[in-house]
């Protein structure tokens, strides 16, 4: 059985400032180490440094398509490696590019032996995505973001018509789900629908213990 | 005879990212402490941390119009507090905003009781800074941004346009100048047209020995 | 008296694509030689040579920062007097542009001789506006665009900030007030207020007799 | 044998805002009713009722992803019907939008009874275009656009991988191919790659003869 995958979004939540960064990552280095689960945390970018000091595997939540040079409030994708990221998501539904610089991001990220999660909000996103050659592809209906309906309950086949998507392309790339994911049950039902993992934020970042809700998702996530 | 300010933007050079920002802000540390010139630094996002570490004056490049919550890959003004930050660059060239944003985030600022500079191209657009009530406003014509043709030398009259501007609007509200820098003398120039200071980024970032630069610079300005 | 200006933006209702913009073409041109009011119409950018054909007095809705040539699905400011149009609307609220983008299409109109007029949100942006030296200012704060409260009655004091902020600037510069003008009484309120004229849109386009809406507005401006 | 398809970009050529756009459309119309080739013509909005008055087959240059109401300096996808053209082009190298956008304008181009072709830089672009059920994909490498350097000859896998991606998807849909058409022998050569037709803007619009390049065009893709 490969490694299941739970990406948390820390996004801009305010708990994405204080110290439930510290907090999470200190757990999902614990998860890490004891569970069949690879735990990607993805928080602001002026967060990064911090959850980095305690857990290593770290996403920045966008990078730009420009190279390091004269640009301001611009994160460079060249830059990934010197900030100590594994990688970086991609085009989330809240931070669309157009497909060239979605393009530029994953080429320069695989330059720098960097990962990339490139989100789509449909299948036909997804295929896009695939012929990117990017490590992963996530996809996340954008109507169910935020909402506590959960993808793989309420539009089961956006996850599987998006598997057939990305398989034309290439067989072997993961699939994330997102969108709406609110227990441990709906992200093993993404996992039976054929997914690799779920990328989340709300359930975690939202929730009264974001420690033990990101919990709950890889102990699920260990036995689907 | 008021504190001159040097504000040493670090845009997304090489050196902005590896050990030249902990020893810019070792360099700036020790010159606030010798003379009458405040230093602030503006690193790229996720390398605001490593500065604030050293040194207490840190802006952000950048920071979004939006509130904390759900915002994948953007820097909530409101939360520049909660990241330690003193305050932020506004509008740089290099990442302009319509002006409805520009307004929407120095008032977020002012609401944590941070401080904001208003970049503007123009005398036209530092009259609409000022109207904006910003901590201070800085000119910098974008056709010299980069080229090491000094503002104070080849257009002194976007200088002396700016501030006749914005003193229609706030007679106190300081006026920083950028764009070409390339030696101290040029920043001694700026003071002399009426700027309170100076905002520069290649002739430092760029530089053989970027704290030299920074000193030299500082070192004018507490003389002009 | 100075002649008062009534401009009516065509906006993309569904009246701005039927047989409303010949009527209103009409119209228009009745009441200019009747009235000492200039009636400027802009009409989507389609439909400017249907109105064009009838009436001489209209404006685009947008021109785009761009010289002629290879730019699809622009149109170019340099292109407005082939268009055969009077001037242009820039940077409507619904279409808001950087500033310098806003002062490259001001600019590339008056090299051909043609007029503008720069819309504002607030006195801030209207005195930005003012140093650009557009034909006229509109200042239409964004939140009463539609609603038919009239900013005249419920914000008077944008009107009369935006005019001291122009003054400053350039004492004859002409302003224009809009959003939410829902009667001629607003429209002369907003002359009393030392507008010289308005700018309008639902009004008219949502009106179950748009000519007859239009007229009304004229007459107010005629007499105030 | 399938007509043959030739798209006239007029872009933002000066030649597409004089009576060149005139002469283009009856030479379409002419070309039309006696070869086997479609002629689409996609002049700039301003110039679309221009050239319907004289040939039928008109294309918009772009369309915004709104529907009708209030918005300003916007062409809505829902008002191409009442503007009378035959359908648009989405996505173009030079007026990118993100998926969703180009996914939202050909869908209410389809429920208009409407044509779009969705143009794509890569053939991954390609790939998500046909997930979107337009009436034609035409690729074309943006580094080659108006270069003089056809895609057919300089890089004719694009036109053949493009190919490939879509009939994964539908093995239908036209191809069209675009950038650097410089001569008939390329618009020749793309068609024995396998594409329906060619996408050409500057070979007619900055040629000496217009028309006359139209018809070389046309008339090579005829015998093709």
Known sequence: MAVRVLVVNFKAYPTAFDSTAEALAREASRLESGLPVRVILAPPAPVVPRVLAIHGDVYTQHLDP?????????????????LGVRGSLVNHSERKMVLRDVAAVVSKLRE?????????????????????????????????????????????????????????????????????????????????????????????????????????????????
Chains 1, 2, 3, 4 share one sequence.
């Open 112 to 224: 720098q032996g960097l990962e990339s999660i490139v989100c789509a909000d449909t299948p036909a996103e997804a295929a896009a995505a695939a012929y990117l050659k990017p490590t992963m592809v996530a996809v996340e209906p954008p109507e169910l973001i935020g909402t506590g309906i959960p993808v793989s309950k309420a539009r089961p086949e956006v996850i599987t018509e998006s598997l057939e998507a990305i398989r034309k392309v290439d067989p072997a790339l993961p699939l994330l789900a997102g969108a709406g994911i609110s227990s441990p049950e709906d992200a093993v039902r993404a996992v039976e629908l054929g997914a690799s993992g779920v990328l989340v934020a709300s359930i975690v970042m939202k929730s009264r213990d974001p420690p033990a809700s990101m919990r709950s998702l890889a102990e699920a996530l260990a036995t689907a």
């Open 66 to 82: 420009v190279g390091m040079g004269a640009h301001t409030g611009r994160i460079p994708a060249e830059a990934a490696r010197a």
